[in-house]
């Protein structure tokens, strides 16, 4: 059984943003190095059933089939952290996580044979009916490769190195396949639900964007909504983090009014900003005279959209609006 000491739904560590590749002693422990998959963190139960949880708490087991049926080769009274990813043509590809989590169970069925999901699997909570989240990583990890060593696909544990050289390479080889960046653990370190303790390092790159729109007043915006022109059409495409003081200043001394009929609503409802906007009500956006600007991107996204926030460098007036 899983200890009584597990809560439910399974809660999970988290991890802050860095911007570079912390050096091997940073954290406790020493570093351990881990590639950061494009997919839904999941944790996976292996009991009398085998059920599949989301972070945010929902049942994924009737989504995913095919996982549940190939979670039963793990160790009974066994819980595991994870993530659920999708492969397409040697790529990641979230936005088929997307559309099997749209169709639901009712459609698990086909979907699970026309877009397979695979486990990736990075950490213990329990095993064996034990409690093992007071461990150290460094020893969680090795039973991990113990329990898991006879475990096939589509579950598998993830790579991991404490040599950051290597690391270094997997955070420029690995992007073809979309894999994000490095989640850095300490050896130490013990699994503590909740807390932020783990590095997440992303790949970023400078895209860009048409502003069409901004979060507060005009002549000093507390965020920039941006578009993408996809088929002619300019489409809302995420927003941006909060602006620094300096930015919202002279941005604000950049952007006018409408001048014409606006492609945006006044008024978007909180999907609108991205799939994983943090926005609960509906949000009234200030239109404003489109206008391209610079910012910077993880390569979390969506053919059309920005998974997450990103960051406003600078506006681009000089450059025409794309068509």
Sequence with gaps: MIPASVRFPPEVVLAHAAAQIPEPGVLPGG????????????????DAVVSLWSRRGSDLTGIFPE?????????TGSLFDGELVIWQDDRLSF???????STGARGAGRLSRELPASLVLFDVLALDGTDVRRLAYDERRELCELALEHVRPPIALSPMTRDKSVADGWFADMAPAGIEGLVVKGGAQRYLPGRRLWIKVKRRETVDVVIGAVIGPIERPEAVVVGLVVDGELRIAGQSAALRPEQARSLGELLRPPTGEHPWPEVLSPGRLGP???????????????VVAEVSADSARTATSFRHSVRFVRVRPDEPLPS
Excluded at 31 to 46: A, L, M, N, Q
Excluded at 67 to 75: N, S
Excluded at 95 to 101: F, G, K
């Design 31 to 46: 570093c351990r190095y881990e590639p950061k998959w494009d997919g839904f963190r999941v944790t996976i139960v292996s």
């Design 67 to 75: 996982i549940a049926a190939a979670g039963r080769q793990l160790p």
């Design 95 to 101: 936005e088929a996580l997307l559309r099997r989590q």
């Design 276 to 290: 994983f906007s943090s926005a609960q009500e509906p949000v009234r956006l200030t239109l404003v005279e489109p």
